[in-house]
């Protein structure tokens, strides 16, 4: 089945030091996003890809990065996490004939 | 600019009960309209869509109605069971920015 994926679910990381999240698609769509959701709130968007353009929120910390190498794949880098950095990440996913996001499972962000 | 209000939370049902979430909405232009739903610890799964006024989305015995008139799109379920126990989310997508934008989610739980 085409899938959004998401790896590693689960990923524990030391206070500022740099950790990679990864995402890939089997879905062939145009735009990546990524968000950061934390406990009981809604998903914030933290930046998207379309195509190999990239999109950042005005609010997005410095400390976030990201990468797409190609279609199939977008990565997630904060540089120096810190303790409030410990979230859910989710990656999402959506073609250009409609406005419907694919979510992946999302990795769970602990930072000690 | 575009938001989605939810009722407050959490709902508490027993298993059979009948089920309305309220989510009324402020947009420019038209938007679509989403339900998404989150098990524990997983991303979010679109539950169903509307796409322009008068739409009904339906999927696994729930559904909700774009209503122009009064800026809602309430999710409604005849006979909840112990399995749809998540948090549910309304979101919207306008043209203008094509971002989702997320009410604050509610947490239903069924009990047996």
């Known amino acids: 089945d085409a899938m959004v994926i998401q790896n590693p679910r689960y990923q524990v990381t030391q206070f500022g030091k740099p950790v990679t999240l990864s995402c890939s698609q089997t879905?062939?769509?145009?735009?990546m996003y990524w968000y950061q959701q934390k406990s009981s709130q809604a998903p914030k968007l933290l930046f998207h890809?379309?195509?190999?353009?990239?999109?950042n929120e005005a609010d997005t910390p410095d400390n976030f990065q990201s990468r797409r190498p190609n279609t199939s794949f977008c990565f997630l880098d904060i540089r120096s996490p810190g303790l409030g950095d410990a979230a859910m990440y989710l990656c999402?996913?959506?073609?250009?004939?409609?406005?419907?996001?694919?979510f992946g499972p999302g990795t769970r962000l602990t930072v000690t | 600019g575009d938001s989605v209000t939810q009722m407050e939370g959490p709902v508490t049902l027993s298993e059979e009960a009948f089920l309305t979430i309220n989510c009324t909405y402020t947009?420019?232009?038209?938007?679509?309209l989403f339900w998404y739903v989150q098990y524990p610890g997983e991303g979010l799964q679109l539950l169903l869509k509307?796409?322009?006024?008068?739409d009904k989305g339906s999927n696994k015995g729930f559904e909700a109605t774009y209503r122009k008139e009064t800026t809602s799109f309430h999710l409604e379920k005849g006979s909840v069971q112990v399995s749809d126990s998540a948090v549910y989310f309304c979101?919207?997508?306008?043209?203008?920015?094509?971002?989702?934008?997320f009410g604050k989610g509610i947490t239903l739980s069924v009990r047996p």
């Open positions: 999402a996913t959506r073609g250009t004939e409609s406005y419907e996001q694919y």
């Open positions: 879905l062939n769509h145009n735009v």
């Open positions: 890809y379309y195509d190999k353009d990239f999109n």
């Open positions: 947009a420019t232009g038209y938007p679509s």
């Open positions: 509307a796409t322009k006024a008068d």
């Open positions: 979101a919207l997508v306008t043209g203008a920015n094509s971002k989702l934008t």
